[in-house]
């Protein structure tokens, strides 16, 4: 299993073999509140790297959630569509969105790293 | 440019609790609290919340003859208020729009108290010095808090923190009278749906009061989030959002609030689009709306007939914790706005069933009173 990155978006991704997972961070889900509803992206789908693949909505709003890195939908989290809550109680584990099979593992070089991540939420 | 934003009585105890100020109506303004939105909502509809709502504007009105000098802004009969209660009434324009909504009590024959909306108070205010005779005084009461103890408990609350005479009080009464040894005033009213109390104290005794309250083990704080939510669930408007200058009080569904002697003699402004209005009824009605699935729908969300045709657009629309979905509220082509007429929704290019659901979504505890005379 590898490291984990992050994007200046709050999402983070992880490589698993062949199959990265994505996810949004405890910052992303602390801002955002209590999460009442996410739309998950067709499985199938090919995205690229920055594209609005998923919604996550509070009580309060709205917001897009964006592909870290290229590739295609291969397994969303369905548990998300019965409860959602386990984005808040959960975001680095069992409250992810969806897995990708990248097309270019090497564009996950381009994210943080933990330390560089943790660094960036000092900036905020 | 960062916008100086006004502190209420109550913002360092806001900061104590761990509160998430946001800017609201030029305030900072806790949004919500550690406990977060549906934790606070849910505290509301179980137990007791308290909110501060100290952005609002607070104002007395005296005089002679203040009830009919007052009734120059508004269709509501001020006139009949008894002394002690306490009357939703709407601000209306001379073109027949709503300017603003507001809580008028009566505290005694000639003296009134106004709560006003924190983004309208000062348009209010200028609207009430143009009318008001100059025999009449407005005087904007910018030195106190003002809070909301919402929820079933609330009145058990009181009872505990020695305020017997608020505590008697039915729905839309008020008194000034004292609350955990603080002066105060008091009135049986709010904006959840739940029965409780809206109390109106010193800025200097504020957080010492919300404290004594907050020592109750069955009251929570609750903010800005919960307060919305626990709103529209009620089927309330919020100014700005479901009304504003260009809804009349017909369109919002609030005729209920013209008195009857005022349709007798239209001498409010406004009077003639809504006569028309009443008469010809409006083209379009403010309804609920009740979105299939799970996705909230929001506020300038276009609503759709079912033939594809746009009927209207809402005004509201929240994930409704207690309803356990998402719940709107919105104008309506009037030919669609009875029950269960379906519709449909435009949410990020999908078209989402939905259909007209009677307000309120979840039914108003208010404590009525029990005279029988």
Same mark, same amino acid.
């Given at each position: 299993?590898? *490291?984990?990155?992050?994007?200046?978006?709050? *999402?983070?991704?992880?490589?698993?073999?062949?199959?990265?997972?994505?996810?949004?961070?405890?910052?992303?889900?602390?801002?955002?509140?209590?999460?009442?509803?996410?739309?998950?992206?067709?499985?199938?789908?090919?995205?690229?790297?920055? +594209?609005?693949?998923?919604?996550?909505?509070?009580?309060?709003?709205?917001?897009?959630?964006?592909?870290?890195?290229?590739?295609?939908?291969? *397994?969303?989290?369905?548990?998300?569509?019965?409860?959602?809550?386990?984005?808040?109680?959960?975001?680095?584990?069992?409250?992810?969105?969806?897995?990708?099979?990248?097309?270019?593992?090497? +564009?996950? *070089?381009?994210?943080?790293?933990?330390?560089?991540?943790?660094?960036?939420?000092?900036?905020? | 440019?960062?916008?100086?934003?006004?502190?209420?009585?109550?913002?360092?105890?806001?900061?104590?609790?761990?509160?998430?100020?946001?800017?609201?109506? &030029?305030?900072?303004?806790?949004?919500?609290?550690?406990?977060?939105?549906?934790?606070?909502?849910?505290?509301?509809?179980?137990?007791?919340?308290?909110? =501060?709502?100290?952005?609002?504007?607070?104002?007395?009105?005296?005089?002679?003859?203040?009830?009919?000098?007052?009734?120059?802004?508004?269709?509501?009969?001020?006139?009949?208020?008894?002394?002690?209660?306490?009357?939703?009434?709407?601000?209306?324009?001379?073109?027949?729009?709503?300017?603003? =909504?507001?809580?008028?009590?009566?505290?005694?024959?000639?003296?009134?108290?106004?709560?006003?909306?924190?983004?309208?108070?000062?348009?209010?205010?200028?609207?009430?010095?143009?009318?008001?005779?100059?025999?009449?005084?407005?005087?904007?009461?910018? =030195?106190?808090?003002?809070?909301?103890?919402?929820?079933?408990?609330?009145?058990?609350?009181?009872?505990?923190?020695?305020?017997?005479?608020?505590?008697?009080?039915?729905?839309?009464?008020?008194?000034?009278?004292?609350?955990?040894?603080?002066?105060?005033?008091?009135?049986?009213?709010?904006?959840?749906?739940?029965?409780?109390?809206?109390?109106?104290?010193?800025?200097?005794?504020?957080?010492?009061?919300?404290?004594?309250?907050?020592?109750?083990?069955?009251?929570?704080?609750? &903010?800005?989030?919960?307060?919305?939510?626990?709103?529209?669930?009620?089927?309330?408007?919020?100014?700005?959002?479901?009304? =504003?200058?260009?809804?009349?009080?017909?369109?919002?569904?609030?005729?209920?609030?013209?008195?009857?002697?005022?349709?007798?003699?239209?001498?409010?402004?406004?009077?003639?689009?809504?006569?028309?209005?009443?008469?010809?009824?409006?083209?379009?009605?403010?309804?609920?709306?009740?979105?299939?699935?799970?996705?909230?729908?929001?506020?300038?969300?276009?609503?759709?007939?079912?033939?594809?045709?746009?009927?209207?657009?809402?005004?509201?629309?929240?994930?409704?914790?207690?309803?356990?979905?998402?719940?709107?509220? &919105?104008?309506?082509?009037?030919?669609?706005?009875?029950?269960?007429?379906?519709?449909?929704?435009?949410?990020?290019?999908?078209?989402?069933?939905?259909?007209?659901?009677?307000?309120?979504?979840?039914?108003?505890?208010?404590?009525?009173?029990?005279?029988?005379?």
């Amino acid at each position: 299993m590898s *490291e984990m990155k992050f994007t200046k978006d709050h *999402e983070w991704i992880r490589l698993d073999g062949d199959v990265a997972t994505v996810g949004i961070t405890d910052h992303a889900q602390t801002a955002l509140g209590d999460v009442v509803f996410v739309e998950l992206p067709e499985v199938g789908r090919i995205v690229t790297a920055g +594209e609005a693949c998923a919604v996550v909505e509070s009580v309060k709003a709205a917001s897009d959630i964006y592909a870290p890195i290229s590739g295609k939908v291969v *397994e969303v989290n369905h548990a998300l569509s019965d409860n959602p809550g386990l984005v808040n109680t959960s975001p680095l584990a069992d409250g992810w969105f969806f897995r990708l099979e990248p097309s270019d593992a090497a +564009e996950l *070089e381009a994210l943080m790293d933990e330390t560089a991540y943790a660094a960036y939420l000092e900036t905020l | 440019m960062t916008e100086v934003l006004l502190a209420t009585p109550l913002e360092p105890l806001h900061r104590r609790l761990g509160a998430r100020l946001v800017p609201f109506a &030029g305030y900072a303004m806790p949004v919500q609290y550690p406990a977060g939105i549906l934790a606070e909502h849910t505290q509301c509809r179980t137990k007791a919340a308290l909110f =501060d709502v100290s952005h609002m504007g607070q104002a007395r009105v005296e005089g002679p003859a203040a009830a009919e000098a007052l009734e120059r802004a508004t269709p509501a009969d001020l006139v009949s208020l008894a002394l002690g209660r306490q009357r939703y009434a709407l601000l209306t324009t001379d073109a027949g729009g709503i300017l603003d =909504d507001a809580m008028i009590a009566r505290l005694a024959e000639d003296r009134f108290f106004l709560v006003l909306n924190a983004a309208r108070k000062e348009v209010d205010l200028a609207r009430l010095r143009a009318l008001l005779p100059s025999s009449v005084t407005l005087t904007p009461l910018e =030195d106190r808090a003002l809070i909301a103890l919402q929820g079933p408990v609330a009145e058990a609350v009181l009872a505990r923190a020695g305020a017997e005479e608020a505590v008697a009080l039915p729905f839309l009464g008020v008194a000034e009278t004292r609350v955990a040894g603080f002066p105060v005033l008091v009135s049986r009213s709010g904006y959840t749906g739940e029965d409780g109390f809206e109390i109106s104290v010193a800025a200097e005794d504020a957080i010492a009061l919300v404290e004594a309250l907050l020592a109750d083990p069955d009251v929570a704080p609750a &903010g800005l989030g919960a307060r919305d939510s626990l709103r529209l669930e009620a089927g309330l408007c919020l100014y700005g959002n479901d009304i =504003d200058e260009t809804t009349s009080p017909v369109e919002a569904g609030l005729v209920w609030t013209i008195g009857k002697r005022r349709r007798v003699d239209w001498d409010f402004p406004g009077a003639e689009r809504i006569r028309r209005e009443l008469d010809e009824g409006p083209a379009r009605r403010r309804v609920g709306i009740l979105p299939e699935g799970r996705q909230p729908a929001r506020a300038g969300t276009e609503v759709l007939a079912a033939d594809g045709t746009p009927i209207g657009t809402l005004t509201s629309g929240t994930f409704g914790p207690s309803v356990g979905g998402p719940i709107a509220m &919105g104008y309506v082509a009037s030919p669609f706005a009875g029950d269960a007429t379906p519709v449909e929704l435009s949410l990020r290019g999908r078209l989402v069933p939905a259909r007209i659901h009677p307000l309120p979504f979840v039914p108003h505890r208010y404590k009525r009173s029990s005279r029988t005379s």
